[in-house]
């Protein structure tokens, strides 16, 4: 599966640190959520710890109004891949989240990552 995200909040995988605990990236992350990503009022409403690549792993979900006023929902996927944590995200309208949230099943089950 081949997903071309419109702006590069959408999906992402990106390097968020290097040689860190899981829980100490989902820290990171979840203070980047409520502190200084470009979103308002955002509630974290579940973090769950999985294996994704055989390392440890977790999905972070949250809800936020982006800066447009427009209401979202989202999920994080955060794991470690040669000493640095990776992301992969999935932003939705809050009204279509359960359209678009078994794409992130998707993509989490047909990923794969470059050594």
């Known amino acids: 599966m081949i997903v071309r995200p419109s702006t590069p909040q959408k999906l992402k995988a990106c390097i968020a640190s290097a040689n860190t605990t899981i829980e100490a990236a989902v820290a990171g992350a979840q203070s980047y959520l409520t502190t200084v990503a470009p979103l308002k009022n955002v509630r974290i409403t579940s973090t769950t710890y999985v294996t994704f690549f055989g390392t440890p792993a977790a999905d972070i979900e949250y809800t ?20 640095k944590t990776l992301e992969l995200t999935l932003t939705a309208n809050a009204s279509l989240w359960q359209k678009y949230r078994p794409v992130f099943d998707q993509l989490t089950a047909s990923a794969t990552v470059a050594p």
């Open 64 to 83: 936020a109004v982006r800066t447009s006023g427009i209401a979202t929902h989202g999920i994080e996927r955060l794991w470690d891949h040669n000493g």
